[in-house]
């Protein structure tokens, strides 16, 4: 694979050339630093691929549109088991990460029920580890929003956060509920995906 942030910094440093001394090694520096960060998150792109997933679930579409939004979060790759026996740069990238993503709520053809839209990135070796959220739109919709999908067939209710945000996990075969160990507190239940467990 082609080293995408050396060849970024050469290309900054060939249009800054005209800089002297000092000023053009800080510049350098900086513009290295900031390429770096730009070009992770294009090689995590290129190399983890994205599945797109459709969770039809029971709870009627108007509902949450009027009260939630929803987001994933992408706990790490690999799960524990796994990630205890990693070395090197193999375990690096198998690190806790807690990113974010937006989940899109649609209508399920043909119905007024709800339906979960989301593009995983689905590390081909490693697995992902991610887990689901809702985030009401206002404070006065934490209860009902809970109540409601304390409903769901589908998912399994793990409760609002001191901040608001309601947590749940899919009840999907293809995504098993694991436990992940160095969190705060430890032993938090997410959902796990791996391409051999879908094939």
Do not use: C
């Not at 690190?95 to 339906?115: H, I, K, N, W, Y």
């Not at 689901?132 to 919709?141: Q, T, V, W």
């Amino acid at each position: 694979m082609f080293d995408w942030g050396s060849i970024f910094s050469n290309i900054v440093v060939f249009v800054l050339g005209a800089a002297s001394g000092a000023a053009s090694a800080v510049l350098t520096k900086l513009a290295d630093r900031l390429a770096k960060r730009r070009i992770e998150r294009i090689v995590d792109r290129f190399d983890v691929p994205r599945e797109t997933f459709k969770i039809p679930i029971s709870a009627k579409y108007n509902d949450l549109a009027a009260r939630a939004e929803f987001r994933f979060m992408l706990v790490r790759y690999a799960d524990d088991s796994l990630y205890n026996r990693l070395e090197g740069e193999q375990r690096k990238e198998a690190e806790l990460q807690t990113r974010l993503f937006p989940v899109e709520l649609q209508e399920a053809p043909g119905s007024d029920q709800a339906m979960l839209v989301f593009r995983l990135p689905i590390h081909p070796t490693l697995g992902t580890q991610f887990k689901l959220y809702a985030i009401p739109k206002s404070r006065d919709e934490i209860a009902p929003l809970t109540e409601t999908l304390r409903t769901v067939h589908e998912i399994d209710f793990t409760g609002p956060s001191k901040t608001g945000e309601v947590w749940f996990l899919l009840k999907d075969d293809s995504f098993p509920r694991i436990r992940t160990v160095d969190t705060d507190p430890p032993g938090i239940k997410n959902n796990y995906v791996r391409q051999n467990l879908r094939a």
